[in-house]
């Protein structure tokens, strides 16, 4: 377990730390069989006394003192929206986000304009820590996750989340000196408002051969409506010269969460499938055939971020943007789908303007990824048999 360290190079022994400390110091859970599904157990991270988020949002800034802000960014209502409060089916704020595994961000990303300090650790892990607590999703998607057991998990479960973690079979961070162990997705859901029914842990297949990504899949109830949500995060093979096979993982992706959404909804939605959230890095451009078999998937998924342009029809310009050795890459990648016959997007997070991002691009001193995190407010649509 890694020590608390002072920002700033500070060496007096500050009480500041305490709440992260408390959770960082309590026992992370034993690391099993990744590909094993897990059952349902509501008691799984109760073992943690819950923490106050804005104690430890205000730890975070403290920690945070020495940099930049991060870029402010406002909640948009689509086509003019007002936001609407119904106490009986509230929203569910759900939030996207490739972290930037630490091994790969400081020894094989080469990210030429960010000084490696910015990406120091101790410091930026408050960062990632300060975006997920300004915000306060119920449903946490992840990519790039390096540091789940030491860090991720016992922290989101002292905030009452439960977490669950899917490494890649090779994860490039094994090929990094002093690494902290594989990347891999995890998904969190606020226990509060959800109980675990099911989970599966995928690894993708293309033409019926197991690659390097993985999925997690999670059959959620919710608490205030009784209603049921599948909610999947994944994270497809990056680079280009690579679209077929992601074209191929994300077949398989959907024909696996056809079959969740099916089997699940049988005694649950009588009236057809379970409602989907699907969030991940997908490493494809909306031009590339992985978009299209999502966009036009007999499961009816929408793009969420769709709705922030004018014509509610485009993607945000970029949802990543870095300098590399071989150039600059302005590209959008992340995507949050969403059943959108069962769900309606209330509100989103807006995309941060160029000159939020600076000229040296992400990540940097004030943003902790080379990716944006996406957030949206869903809720559940009215069904018609519940209409009658």
């Known amino acids: ?19 992260l400390a408390q959770s960082l110091n309590s026992a992370p859970l034993a690391q099993s069989d990744p590909y094993l599904e897990e059952s349902p157990d509501p008691d799984l991270d109760q073992n943690l006394a819950e923490v106050d988020p804005d104690q430890l949002l205000r730890e975070c800034e403290e920690a945070l003192q020495g940099r930049p802000a ?9 086509r003019g ?30 990210f030429i304009r960010c000084p490696l300090d910015a990406l120091n650790w101790h410091e930026r892990k408050y960062l990632i820590l300060e975006e997920i607590l300004t915000y306060r999703p119920d449903i946490l998607c992840l990519q790039e996750v390096d540091h789940y057991y030491d860090t991720f998990q016992p922290i989101m479960a002292s905030l009452g989340y439960h977490g669950s973690f899917l490494p890649k079979p090779w994860s490039p961070c094994l090929d990094v000196e002093q690494n902290n162990g594989p990347d891999g997705c995890a998904l969190f859901y606020r226990r509060s408002r959800f109980s675990l029914q099911a989970t599966a842990h995928l690894r993708l297949s293309a033409m019926m051969l197991p690659t390097n990504q993985v999925a997690i899949v999670q059959t959620l109830n919710c608490r205030m409506t009784g209603r049921w949500l599948c909610v999947a995060v994944t994270h497809l093979k990056a680079r280009s010269g690579w679209e077929r096979l992601r074209s191929a993982q994300g077949a398989d992706l959907l024909q696996n969460l056809r079959s969740i959404t099916s089997r699940g909804g049988s005694q649950t939605e009588a009236m057809g499938a379970v409602p989907l959230v699907v969030c991940g890095d997908f490493n494809a451009e909306p031009s590339e055939d992985v978009y299209r078999r999502f966009s036009s998937s007999p499961l009816g998924l929408n793009s969420a971020y769709k709705l922030l342009s004018s014509d509610g029809q485009t993607e945000p310009a970029y949802t990543t943007w870095k300098i590399r050795p071989s150039g600059e890459s302005c590209s959008t990648l992340d995507y949050i789908w969403y059943t959108h016959d069962a769900l309606s997007v209330e509100s989103l997070l807006d995309i941060p303007t160029e000159e939020q991002i600076g000229p040296d691009r992400l990540p940097s001193y ?23």
């Open 81 to 110: 929206m007002a936001p609407y409060h119904h106490n009986h089916n509230p929203s569910i704020r759900v939030m996207q986000w490739n972290i930037l595994a630490q091994a790969l961000g400081e020894g094989k990303d080469g």
């Open 366 to 388: 004030h943003y902790p990824s080379d990716h944006l995190s996406l957030l949206c407010d869903v809720s559940f649509r009215e069904e018609p048999h519940r209409l009658m």
């Open 70 to 78: 991060r870029p402010h960014r406002d909640l948009v209502y689509p």
């Open 1 to 19: 377990m890694e020590g608390m360290v002072c920002p700033m190079g500070s060496s007096s022994s500050s009480r500041l730390f305490g709440t």
